[in-house]
């Protein structure tokens, strides 16, 4: 049972490139989210989904987009990528609407130089 | 918004001491989440409170509702407890989506 699988793992971009991290799990959860982890600072959501079909703006949207492509998928997109973007990203998944337990992506480090 | 405070920030250990650490917060919730991540790795969801108080193994999580606050204890450390803690809390009603999370306690335990 694989959980919450996210990738890639590590990635370096230059400023003003794009790129997408994919995210899929597989315990049937309806809800994932995207959360950015920065030094001194608590994760913070990026964009989450409560169902297949929808999304909505978490507390750092600016510089991403989503889609939840569906019930399993949930990919998080750097369009023109900036070095403010440089940050650990973490998907996570639950069931339950909201409720349930949190299960995480084990990361993507992502560099913007 | 929710302020999710953790306490202390480090702590250093030896093997075997009994550890406490601590979680307040200021806007009601419906659920608090302990979490634990290991230098460089994923983070592992520990429990998943709304009331009382859950043990699994070593570990065991409190939670007063009234006063705001969650302690996570750990007995009889091992170095292989060293990890950052974090504590997460869960809006209510309409904002449940939503994990406030805090910014983590460092836990180093020396054989």
């Known amino acids: 049972n694989a959980g919450v699988t996210q990738t890639p793992k590590f990635q370096v971009l230059k400023t003003g490139q794009s790129m997408t991290l994919q995210c899929a799990q597989d315990?049937?959860?309806?809800?994932m989210y995207w959360y950015r982890q920065d030094p001194g600072m608590g994760l913070r959501l990026i964009y989450y989904s409560a169902s297949e079909g929808t999304t909505d703006k978490g507390e750092v949207p600016n510089g991403y987009n989503v889609s939840r492509l569906n019930k399993r998928e949930f990919s998080l997109r750097l369009e023109s990528a900036a070095p403010s973007q440089t940050s650990v990203y973490f998907c996570?998944?639950?069931?339950?609407?909201?409720?349930?337990?949190?299960?995480f992506g084990e990361g993507s480090r992502l560099t913007v130089l | 918004k929710n302020e999710v405070e953790q306490s202390p920030q480090n702590l250093t250990a030896q093997e075997g001491e009994f550890i406490t650490i601590n979680c307040s917060y200021s806007?009601?919730?419906?659920?608090l989440h302990w979490l634990q991540q290991h230098p460089g790795g994923g983070i592992v969801s520990l429990f998943m409170?709304?009331?009382g108080k859950k043990k699994h193994g070593r570990l065991i999580a409190t939670i007063n509702i009234q006063e705001k606050h969650s302690s996570l204890h750990i007995t009889a450390s091992h170095p292989r407890d060293s990890a950052v803690y974090i504590c997460?809390?869960?809006?209510?009603?309409?904002?449940?989506?939503?994990?406030?999370f805090g910014k983590g306690t460092l836990l180093t335990v020396n054989p």
């Open positions: 996570a998944s639950s069931g339950q609407a909201n409720t349930g337990e949190l299960f």
């Open positions: 806007v009601g919730i419906s659920a």
């Open positions: 409170l709304s009331s």
């Open positions: 997460a809390v869960r809006g209510s009603g309409g904002s449940n989506y939503k994990l406030t």
């Open positions: 315990m049937n959860h309806n809800s």
